[in-house]
């Protein structure tokens, strides 16, 4: 039997102040809660003590966020899904975002280790009228260390109802996945980021104008950073954006995120880019 750490937020606004609570069961806890940018936008930085996800375990995140409300979810290092011997380990994320509320998901990498058996399952539920900000970062086994991902297999699946859903499965004996241009082409970390609001009755999608100065803004980003050419970012519906990228190493992906996140912010919400502290230890 393996572990199971449950851990439920919820976030109000009251007054000009983001309000939080939470409460947990198991390994999966809060480890901060803090203010950066001020009492409207709650910064919460997440920790599993034990260190990595075996083979039996299962997180389980819900947060809820009412009307109103802000929140930036991190995790001060990656999520690390080891090797097992057949039994399955779950992360699920479940997000229900009221009209009015912003949700920004941004946990640092996740990495699939050689022989893990593992399903990372995130769902999140936006209201007519909410925005959020999240990103993925997967990385598949530890090549700079002799130990590359040939063998296991982790699922993903990100889910936006009415808006996005993707599902993908990662095998170590897939080579033309992993290593065929039209696959991975041989990269070890890929990444997506997206920008979404909540579609329904009375409210607005990303008008064009808005959605192409976006996109021109992380073209920019990209042409600078270290993956001009396996990163690309697009609007494959009116009220969504998604990057794209594909690299040999964290930093650099992680960095061109990082870099986005921050223009997005600034341009679309008038926010400044305000890392949390986390990313920088």
Wanted: aromatic content about 6%.
């Amino acid at each position: 039997m393996g572990w199971l750490g449950h851990l439920q937020l919820h976030y109000t606004r009251d007054g000009a102040r983001t309000t939080a609570h939470d409460r947990h069961h198991g390994p999966l806890r809060v480890l901060q809660r803090l203010y950066p940018e001020g009492e409207a936008i709650c910064h919460h930085v997440l920790v599993h003590p034990p260190g990595g996800v075996v083979g039996g375990d299962v997180l389980e995140l819900q947060a809820d966020l009412d009307a109103g409300s802000h929140a930036v979810i991190t995790t001060p290092g990656a999520t690390r899904f080891y090797r097992s011997d057949g039994a399955l380990a779950r992360q699920t994320v479940q997000a229900r975002v009221a009209a009015g509320a912003r949700l920004e998901w941004l946990p640092m990498e996740t990495i699939a280790y050689r022989q893990c058996q593992a399903h990372n399952q995130l769902h999140f539920d936006l209201s007519p009228g909410a925005q959020m900000l999240g990103w993925d970062v997967l990385a598949l086994g530890l090549p700079a260390a002799g130990a590359a991902f040939d063998a296991g297999r982790f699922r993903q699946q990100i889910t936006l109802p009415g808006v996005w859903q993707e599902r993908g499965l990662f095998d170590g004996n897939d080579p033309l996945l992993l290593h065929s241009p039209l696959g991975l082409a041989g990269h070890s970390v890929s990444a997506s980021l997206w920008l979404a609001e909540g579609m329904g009755p009375g409210t607005t999608t990303l008008d064009r104008n808005r959605t192409e100065a976006l996109v021109d803004a992380a073209r920019a980003l990209i042409d600078a950073s270290a993956l001009p050419t396996t990163a690309g970012v697009s609007a494959p519906h009116p009220s969504l954006l998604v990057l794209r990228a594909l690299g040999h190493r964290v930093e650099p992906v992680m960095a061109l995120l990082q870099a986005v996140r921050g223009a997005w912010r600034q341009l679309h919400w008038g926010l400044g880019a305000h890392p949390p502290r986390v990313w920088r230890t």
